[in-house]
């Protein structure tokens, strides 16, 4: 499938996410490309979700390939980030790993993946799925010993992520907790932090990408992926839009990008990318 291809298809189906749209808005015109790849040359600094950073750090090195004069510095540190250098002019693109807020006035969103987030536990806890009921009664107190959820006599131990990350807040949505609600014994940054927390707590519970913890379980970190209402938390199920809890992966730019960040964007929708995004278990948006 060619980029024009691609990109048209995006564009049929909404996915480029224009001023204040919060992901339901309408299609942008397409970019004109100009000049000769060859002579491109420039910086771009994109900063945003620690989830995107490794995929997008992994598609800027192949891009430089082509077009070496251009410098790329990837910077994780929170989808909130990714929003407010972007706004602020402090970064060139931003890593947003959900849907844009409707006050996101002068922001485009360009759809790249998608992903889920996901309950992990150790490898060898005996407890294999959770009902929603008995995650909301972890993860607000009122159930402490996995003993209680069918698993072994032991205290469970909470790690949660920080409020301003894209993780917590879905998770909070949809199981609709305060974050004054939630009781948690650790906390975890972003997805490497989280996986460090755990490695020393055999009884922890975690929030974590689905694409993420697949890579990693597959590297041999000793941690499972646990079902959601019934679903199992594969690539699959979020690629069919069974897993209940996904989200999409943005590169985000304040205005329509033109110049060396369009042609990353470009890029970043091609086909030439599909393979990267597979490599790191998440869900090209068009395949």
Not at 37 to 62: F, H, N, W, Y
Not at 164 to 186: G, M, V
Request: hydrophobic share 40%.
């Amino acid at each position: 499938m060619t980029w024009k291809t691609r990109f048209a298809l995006i564009l049929l189906l909404g996915l480029v996410c224009g001023p204040g749209c919060g992901g339901d808005c309408d299609p942008q015109p397409p970019p004109k490309i100009r000049g000769s790849a060859d002579r491109l040359q420039g910086k771009l600094l994109i900063t945003g979700s620690s989830t995107m950073a490794p995929l997008v750090a992994a598609i800027a090195k192949r891009f430089q390939t082509f077009h070496p004069k251009v410098e790329i510095e990837v910077n994780p540190g929170g989808f909130g980030h990714g929003l407010t250098d972007v706004l602020e002019e402090r970064s060139d693109i931003g890593m947003v790993s959900r849907a844009l807020p409707k006050n996101s006035d002068g922001l485009f969103g360009f759809p790249i993946a998608r992903d889920g987030i996901c309950l992990i536990v150790e490898r060898d806890n005996s407890v294999t799925a959770l009902s929603n009921r008995q995650i909301r009664e972890i993860y607000t107190g009122r159930t402490t010993n996995w003993q209680k959820v069918g698993g072994r006599d032991r205290p469970i131990t909470v790690i949660t992520r920080p409020e301003d990350r894209t993780p917590f807040k879905l998770f909070a949505e949809y199981f609709r907790l305060e974050a004054a609600q939630i009781k948690a014994q650790l906390a975890g940054g972003d997805n490497p932090a989280v996986l460090a927390a755990m490695a020393g707590q055999p009884d922890a519970i975690a929030i974590l990408s689905v694409g993420e913890a697949i890579r990693r379980s597959a590297e041999g970190t000793p941690i499972k992926l646990l079902p959601l209402d019934g679903v199992a938390a594969t690539i699959r199920t979020v690629r069919t839009g069974e897993f209940p809890l996904s989200r999409s992966l943005n590169l985000v730019t304040k205005g329509f990008p033109t110049g060396v960040k369009m042609a990353f964007i470009e890029f970043a929708l091609s086909s030439q990318i599909i393979d990267i995004v597979k490599d790191y278990n998440f869900v090209p948006y068009l395949d």
